[in-house]
């Protein structure tokens, strides 16, 4: 499994050089943990323990087991505190808000009132043209992805 540890503050929780990491669950593949500033009580963070970027890096058989892990620790995290919602967060680019290089879900344990906020825009005023183009443009790039 490769580990780039230069500079990358996940690939440290993975190696356990951080002595801070609030690490809730570990196996093969992935390592789970609090963030430093959690946005709620219970916000979780899930990494590859290899190292990848972001989902355009990511291999189907590390996703695999990172969405399998995701969906464990999602069970997990609504066991023990008993949210009204869960929000699962993955970020890519620094438009995204991405801010660690390093492929992460959050799971965010969500509560009426709670400091998260609303995540979705009121309302957006797309064109219908413009609605149409990006649909024929993904759709093309849709037909030439590989089974």
Request: proline residues 7%; charged residues 25%; contains cysteine.
């Amino acid at each position: 499994m490769a580990v780039n540890k230069d500079g990358c503050p996940f690939c440290e929780i993975v190696l356990r050089d951080d002595p801070d990491a609030r690490e809730v669950y570990r196996d093969e593949y992935v390592v789970a943990f609090f963030p430093t500033e959690p946005a709620v009580l219970g916000h979780t963070m899930v990494v590859p323990r290899k190292h990848v970027a972001d989902i355009w890096k990511l291999d189907e058989e590390t996703a695999g087991h990172l969405a399998r892990a995701t969906v464990r620790l999602a069970g997990a995290i609504r066991e023990a505190l008993h949210p009204e919602g869960l929000n699962v967060i993955q970020s890519n680019g620094e438009a995204a808000t991405q801010t660690v290089f390093h492929l992460h879900v959050h799971l965010v344990p969500r509560w009426d009132g709670d400091a998260m906020g609303p995540i979705w825009p009121e309302g957006t005023d797309y064109s219908e043209a413009g609605k149409d183009d990006t649909l024929v443009r993904v759709r093309e790039a849709c037909r030439s992805m590989k089974p």
